[in-house]
């Protein structure tokens, strides 16, 4: 039995891989010094998974506000549509660069959904089940993070940034759990050990001797377990140079724009081409029932070039073919504009957009009526979403699990994928 | 193998006569005694050598961890190591079963199984001194579990009524969490459709449900403390309205008559065509209804009679202790989930009902029995090993871990003893919560890790302070390796191997100034995985 990874190893390593990592794209990245257990080229072109980017926008954003416009309806408020890319597709005047790459997008007109409130609709859009059912369903991040990640790997496999989800790694246990950066994308608690580097090295080595020692007759799971973690949990902090984007920030915030947001996909561009599966980034304050317009022209402000950018630059890397990027909240808005200038919350006919990740882009699938009141065709559940992301990513949607006894699936009976989407 | 003390031809025999009689009349055999031959059939069955005895100081760990919910001081450990009475063991076992902090320790582990890390209800039930005070003093008091469990039923008492109360105006959630607790049964699936593959309906569920719907929970407040009242109204009924699927909005459904489970239909006198609810008003407490169906159930679940209750708790009772419940996992009691040593589990339950459900009776056999105290070693990688050939791996609880960090650094000696840091802050409740996978399995953690690696709140175990055990290595004058005795006796409750204390020392003796070191030495035991768990 070999209980952990002795510097050795990784020195072995490292000398082979000659200061450079591999990412499953296949492109060949500067290695980070910490990345020491970067697996060869060889293996990562074998496992070559698909990844997943999540924005996040908390509160909820208007589809008749973005990319569902209703120009000349009493429900369309005041701002003016332009032409993407892709005809049929107008969005939001304050989208025009997101505008410039609509060929990327897929966007789903016709959601319908179940939850209409902020803590079960968050749950219910991680997860595509209700909260109220009370089964502790795994977000799409630990998911992902499962299917997709590798243990082995010196970063974590869930990333978050920001408000985002809100149920963790549920059944799928700690092993997937999210690991929650700053809103700006800086490391967040405990992330920073109080030994210097050698005095740490030092307890380091003295605990693998402990260990051993133990392992010698003691050969349960949980052991091992144990001190993987450890193992994984050092590799992180010597990996930990990734999360410093300070010195590619000057030059990228001209194209993801000067803000936290825009920040967090830029990091969340580095994290999946160092090998990341999942990485969620949530944008603030969508929830305006009051005064959306001011609310979302600020709102649109910092996503439209933090989201362009952001698929720019995976497409520029060859990396958007293998990563998927949703855009979605947890509820649409009214189409109705109430007296404080507001939109409240709506799930009878509201807007996600899927791109990347073999998602055929430059397309809208299913379509609401003229004041956007209620899907025409093509409704789309938060079951088939899930199924078509998981879909995309080459995971099973009807994956079972247990939670203690009882069998689960990944996504709910009747979710099917839609075939439209995919490629 | 172990000392058989009764032979094969011995448990042969026993065998034959269970084939007539149940082991509860099977002589004067002690539970105990009936434990280990009971797993010793099995072993035979299945040509599986069990490990050997425990170590005396690996027994000392588990059974200090087990029922008082940390580890021994330096002392106790070189005390009973060191002792040469033949039955030292069982003598300990009772002195832990008398201790105060034998109570304290068993109100955490059922906290945990009647609340979990998530109750509902979450505001009332976030804070629940009062009930837990409740709960020590039962087991203080020796209180039969029967009766603890009317009470947790009823919930009339101070303190106890937090249990109805995380179930506040939902009736489904106290049928599912009551069927599962006290009488091991699954009923959830029943709740949206029939159970797939169990015998339970949804007419089963919502018969249950019935039993809670009219439960009301009264809130009243004095300045900024809220409490809180299990009434019950003397009209309501379930609605059934097929199954979810099925469901349209506006269809209302039937009212079902509340049913025991798997038993007959309440017997209930009809309500008066006349009879009024009290209409309910602030400040004045609902009036008893002249019925009780919270009664009634309470009745039928802690009845001897009871075909699930006994049974439900014998074998959790076992699985605390052994690891894996005979029927695994412990709630989940049907056709398809057969226990692995029936017998047995009848035994225990049978037993269990004859002495008044003294859960710390029980305690004691198993605890004394030989299977409990096997070694953590061999080569079986199982977590909780099918016939119970080799001692369970058990993580330790957020609180277990707190009060033993604390026993095992001298905590106290640095004058931290309030009341408030025995219970594990935030922090402690966000790494170590929840080790688990939804199947029970143990899963290690970034979180927990980083935790562990750059906390302050663990440092402060391990750093040098005035009377605590980095500072007693520190002072003391006699040679490093005595030193490293002390410090694997006091952590780990265990001689240290001779490579153990030449390491220790040589990595001690690497600084000049052996401040730090010493003090990563002390914090690299706490963070070892023969610290994190019981084993």
């Known amino acids: 039995m070999k209980p952990f990874c002795r510097t050795g190893d ?41 990844r997943c980017i999540l924005l996040w926008m908390n509160g909820g954003a208007s589809q008749i506000d973005t990319f569902d416009m209703k120009p000349g309806r009493t429900t369309g408020g005041p701002f003016r549509p332009i032409q993407s890319k892709v005809t049929g597709l107008q969005v939001c005047e304050y989208l025009p660069k997101v505008a410039a790459v609509a060929d990327k997008l897929a966007v789903i007109r016709s959601m319908q959904t179940h939850s209409p409130d902020h803590p079960d609709g ?33 970063l974590p496999t869930f990333v978050r940034m920001g408000s985002c989800g809100n149920a963790g790694s549920g059944y799928l246990g700690p092993a997937h759990e999210p690991f929650s950066l700053g809103r700006d994308g800086k490391l967040g608690s405990f992330s ?5 580097d050698d005095a740490e090295k030092k307890r380091a080595d003295l ?21 993987t973690a450890k193992e994984r949990a050092w590799r992180l902090l010597r990996a930990k140079a990734v999360f410093d984007i300070s010195k590619e920030w000057p030059t990228a915030k001209e194209r993801y724009g000067d803000s936290d947001f825009g920040r967090g996909c830029l990091m969340a561009r580095k994290l999946v081409e160092a090998g990341v599966p999942f990485v969620e980034v949530g944008q603030e304050n969508y929830d305006s029932h009051a005064d959306n317009f001011v609310c979302h022209k600020a ?32 509820v649409g808005r009214t189409p109705g504009i109430n007296n404080r200038a507001g939109r409240d919350h709506f799930i009878r006919a509201w807007t996600t957009v899927l791109a990347g990740g073999g998602i055929v882009g430059g397309q809208v699938y299913g379509s609401t009526d003229a004041d956007g009141k209620d899907v025409k065709e093509n409704p789309v559940s938060e079951g088939d979403l899930f199924a078509t992301i998981y879909k995309a990513l080459g995971i099973n949607h009807r994956a079972k699990h247990l939670t203690g006894v009882r069998p689960v699936w990944l996504t709910p009976e009747g979710s099917q994928p839609v075939k439209e989407l995919l490629g | 193998m172990l000392p058989v003390r009764r032979l094969t031809v011995a448990t042969g025999l026993l065998a034959a006569l269970l084939c007539v009689a149940s082991p509860v009349h099977a002589g004067d055999e002690s539970l ?26 690996e027994f000392l760990r588990r059974v200090y961890l087990d029922l008082v919910g940390t580890i021994p001081t330096h002392d106790e450990t070189v005390a009973f190591l060191s002792d040469k009475e033949p039955k030292k063991r069982e003598l300990l076992i009772d002195k832990l079963l008398a201790d105060p902090r034998f109570a304290r320790h068993q109100a955490n ?53 937090l249990f109805q109360v995380q179930f506040r105006n939902q009736p489904e959630e106290a049928t599912i969490a009551i069927s599962r607790i006290f009488l091991g049964t699954q009923l959830g699936c029943a709740k949206c459709h029939d159970h797939p593959y169990d015998k339970w309906t949804q007419k089963d569920f919502y018969g249950m449900a019935g039993f809670f719907v009219r439960i009301v929970i009264e809130e009243a407040t004095a300045g900024n403390v809220k409490t809180y009242t299990v009434a019950e109204k003397a009209s309501g009924e379930v609605l059934f309205s097929g199954a979810a699927k099925d469901q349209k909005p506006g269809k209302k459904g039937d009212p079902v008559k509340p049913r025991f489970l798997g038993g007959s239909d309440l017997d209930e006198p009809p309500t008066p065509k006349d009879a009024k609810e009290p209409t309910p008003k602030a400040g004045v407490k609902l ?76 305690i004691r056999e198993i605890v004394n029995s030989e299977a409990y105290q096997l070694a953590g070693t061999g080569s079986v990688t199982d977590t909780l090993p099918k016939h119970f050939e080799r001692a369970r791996v058990r993580p330790l609880t957020a609180e277990e871990i707190v009060l033993t960090l604390r026993t095992a650094t001298s905590y106290e000696s640095t004058g931290k003893s309030d009341d408030q840091s025995m219970s594990p802050n935030e922090y402690f409740m966000r790494a170590f919560g929840e080790p688990m996978n939804g199947m029970g399995d143990f899963q290690g953690s970034l979180s927990e890790h980083l935790f562990w690696n750059n906390a302050e709140q663990i440092r402060v175990f391990a750093r040098r302070k005035k009377g605590n055990l980095t500072d007693q290595l520190l002072v003391a004058t006699d040679p490093w390796e005595k030193r490293v005795e002390r410090l694997y006796l006091t952590v780990l409750n265990r001689p240290a191997k001779p490579t153990e204390v030449a390491k220790f020392v040589e990595f001690i003796k690497s600084d000049a100034k052996p401040d730090a070191r010493v003090e990563d030495a002390v914090w690299v035991l706490l963070t070892s995985s023969e610290f994190r768990f019981n084993h």
């Open chain 1, 10 to 50: 990784h020195l072995s390593r490292r000398a082979f891989l000659k200061g450079a990592a591999v990412s499953g794209g296949g492109l060949v990245l500067p290695n980070w010094g910490g990345l020491a257990h970067a697996k060869t080229a060889a293996e990562i072109a074998t496992k070559a998974k698909k």
């Open chain 1, 122 to 154: 968050i749950y219910h859009m991680h997860t595509c089940y209700k909260m109220s059912e009370r089964t502790p369903h795994p977000e799409l991040g630990a998911v992902i993070a499962k299917y997709n990640g590798d243990l082995g790997s010196d």
């Open chain 2, 109 to 161: 582990v059922w906290d945990l199984v009647l609340f979990g890390r998530h109750p509902g209800n979450i505001d009332a039930t976030r804070k629940r001194d009062s009930f837990k005070t409740w709960l020590t003093k039962q087991f203080a008091d020796g209180v039969g579990y029967d009766k603890l469990v009317r009470e947790l039923l009823q919930g009339e008492q101070v303190g106890s009524e």
């Open chain 1, 299 to 330: 709102n649109m402000q910092l996503l439209d070039p933090a989201y362009s950018g952001l698929l720019t630059d995976l497409s520029e890397r060859g990396l958007l073919k293998d990563t998927l990027v949703i855009w979605m909240g947890e």
């Open chain 1, 192 to 196: 920073t050990p109080y030994l210097a």
């Open chain 1, 207 to 227: 605990f693998r001797f402990v260990e051993s020692e133990f392992a010698v007759d003691h050969k349960a799971e949980p052991f091992a377990s144990h001190r």
């Open chain 2, 287 to 362: 009036p008893k209804p002249p019925f009780s169906r919270k009664q009634k159930l309470a009745d039928w679940v802690t009845a001897t009679e009871n075909p699930f209750f006994a049974k439900a708790v014998a074998n959790r009772v076992w699985a605390q202790f052994m690891g894996r419940g005979i029927v695994h996992p412990v709630d989940d009691f049907q056709a398809e989930n057969k226990p692995s040593h029936p017998e047995l589990l009848n035994a225990l339950a049978e037993r269990l009902s004859a002495n008044k459900f003294d859960l710390k009776w029980l």
């Open chain 2, 32 to 57: 105990r005694q009936l434990i280990d031959s009971e797993l010793k059939a099995g072993w035979a069955k299945k040509t599986i050598t069990p490990a050997p005895k425990s170590a005396d100081s």
